[in-house]
């Protein structure tokens, strides 16, 4: 699983009400390359939660994303679209979970597919 | 047997490793996911500019679908209740995300951050009670409703699928329209069985032109057709979108609720056996607007 899942994937237990963003507990990261692509970065941008892919880059061991939300004129700095791919696309959660923020239920993490199945009584 | 698998086991069943197997190693089965999906991927009429967009692979199986959607450029997260999907799909290394989950349990995606959605002969599992907490329409309820929010404004999902019978489909399409979704159904080669197909191809948000259901293919093809006695209607795409309203506008008429309408309602209701608060004297009472 990507960041860029992560970053959209919110707690779904009936009852929680801010379930987002899940809390990442690590073993094991890995890194795979995909093509880089500014025009969906760019498309991207706007709909990205930065503080929630700032500290989920970081517990992953990517700490270069600025913590601040960064302006919009970032944009057309290559660098930073480097690194906001690199983040957004190429980490991997493969094992470890995702914890509800809000009840701390653990969604574990196995070979990067989270499972989000929910209890009967979590529905 | 009956040859609907929605009617042998419940998908996470069905779908074990050996039919997940089955599945990718049928080259028919991978053709026509790929046809499906090449014509689902159609149907949603993504802006023609070449960005690539987020899109969900609901159903997504072993990433036939979404092997197709990678093949456009575009990016994908897939869900599946099948584990055993889940890994062929791992197997046969697809760039989209995979989730193990219930579509039926509602999406736990943020609100409008999805592009697009389509989903391959998925959705009509919705309408089986695989367990005895299974409520077809409280499923289908939250699954349109998480649906409808996470897609951006005027965002579409299409979703191919094999009903039973009409009244799946009228159930499907009128949880749809009440999660606030406009379109419809578009049959293609309506007149031959074999080729037929079918799609919903809803839009989020209010009707408009992009709301107007897509016109179907080979509506015009009744020289080959093979099945005359198709029990199916004749007008192909049906199109529902002006029966939509938006939610919040289907409360409030211009002149509200007269209290006769309400007390009818409320009757209704019932006799139902709904538990419905008892009529008094301010029951549908006029109220000052407040904001
Ligand atoms: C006909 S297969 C489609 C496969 C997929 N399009 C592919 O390319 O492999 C239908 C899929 O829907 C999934 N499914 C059925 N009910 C589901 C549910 N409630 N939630 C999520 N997936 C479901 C099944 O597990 C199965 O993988």
């Known amino acids: ?123 | 047997m009956s040859s609907r698998p929605e009617l042998q086991a419940p998908p996470e069943i069905f779908y074990d490793d050996v039919e997940a197997r089955k599945y990718t190693s049928s080259s028919r089965i991978v053709g026509i996911q790929a046809e499906l999906s090449e014509r689902a991927l159609e149907l949603l009429a993504l802006p023609d500019d070449d960005i690539p967009r987020l899109l969900l692979d609901i159903g997504c199986g072993s990433g036939l679908s979404g092997e197709t959607i990678s093949e456009n450029g575009h990016q994908w997260i897939g869900l599946d209740i099948s584990r055993s999907m889940l890994d062929i799909a791992l197997e046969r290394e697809t760039e989209g995300d995979l989730i193990l989950g219930d579509m039926g349990q509602g999406l736990g995606l943020r609100p409008g951050v999805i592009d697009g959605a389509i989903s391959i002969s998925a959705v009509q599992w919705l309408c089986n009670a695989d367990k005895s907490c299974h409520e077809p329409r409280l499923r289908l309820k939250a699954f349109f409703g998480s649906l409808y929010r996470c897609l951006g404004r005027g965002a579409r999902a299409v979703f191919q699928l094999y009903p039973e019978n009409n009244a799946q489909r009228e159930l499907i399409l009128s949880f749809a329209m009440r999660a606030g979704f406009a379109g419809g159904v578009v049959i293609d080669y309506p007149h031959s069985s074999k080729k037929r197909k079918e799609y919903l191809v809803l839009t989020c948000g209010p009707p408009s032109m992009s709301t107007t259901t897509p016109s179907a293919k080979g509506v015009d093809e009744n020289s080959c057709s093979d099945d005359d006695n198709s029990e199916d209607e004749e007008n192909q795409t049906v199109c529902i979108s002006d029966r939509h309203r938006p939610r919040k506008k289907q409360k409030v008429t211009k002149k509200g609720k007269t209290r006769s309408w309400v007390l009818q309602k409320k009757e209704k209701m019932r006799s139902k056996g709904n538990v419905v608060p008892p009529d008094t004297k301010y029951t549908a009472r006029k109220r000052k607007a407040r904001f």
């Open chain 1, 1 to 123: 699983m990507r960041l860029l899942t992560h970053n959209m994937l919110s707690s779904n237990i009936k009852g929680v009400i801010n379930g987002f963003p899940l809390r990442i507990e690590v073993e094991k990261v890995v890194e795979k390359q995909v093509d880089f692509n500014p025009d969906f970065l760019k498309n991207m941008f706007s709909k990205i939660d930065w503080k929630a892919l700032a500290d989920a880059s970081k517990i992953m061991g990517y700490a270069e994303l600025p913590e601040e939300v960064p302006d919009a004129s970032v944009l057309d700095s290559d660098e930073f679209l480097q690194k906001f791919h690199h983040a957004l696309l190429e980490l991997h959660l493969e094992e470890g979970a995702l914890v509800c923020p809000e009840t701390g239920r653990r969604f574990p993490v196995n070979k990067g597919i989270p499972n989000m199945l929910l209890h009967e009584d979590e529905v």
